[in-house]
């Protein structure tokens, strides 16, 4: 069996001043708790993370932001919805809310 899933989510950006892609195109491969995947991101980039996932949060490293080369990575999921906090190069905060199918 593979581990593999492919989604699409659609998100907003509430309270960042930027401009961002809200069509995420989303590779991943989840074994038990290990999550893994590739996915475009608001910046318009390749990002690709590893982390754990654990009652709907997950939690992990990611790169291809312009803030830094690696990240921390938060996000909270309930079945189709999502939402993680942002943080723009300028040091501004916000939220990143969506939906991935």
Same mark, same amino acid.
């Given at each position: 069996?593979?581990?593999l899933s492919?989604?699409?989510a659609l998100s907003?950006?509430?309270?960042?001043?930027?401009?961002? #892609?809200?069509i995420h195109p989303h590779a991943r491969c989840q074994k038990d708790a290990l999550i893994s995947g590739?996915?475009? #991101?608001?910046?318009e980039k390749i990002s690709a993370y590893i982390g754990l996932e654990h009652n709907g949060f997950e939690i992990g490293l990611v790169t291809g932001y312009s803030y830094d080369e690696v990240v921390?990575?938060?996000?909270y999921k309930k079945d189709n919805?999502?939402?993680?906090?942002?943080?723009?190069?300028?040091?501004r905060k916000g939220l990143v809310v969506g939906l991935e199918f």
């Open positions: 069996m593979s581990c492919l989604m699409l907003i950006h509430v309270g960042l001043e930027g401009d961002y #892609n809200a590739v996915y475009y #991101n608001s910046e921390p990575m938060i996000r919805v999502f939402i993680a906090p942002a943080i723009e190069k300028s040091g």
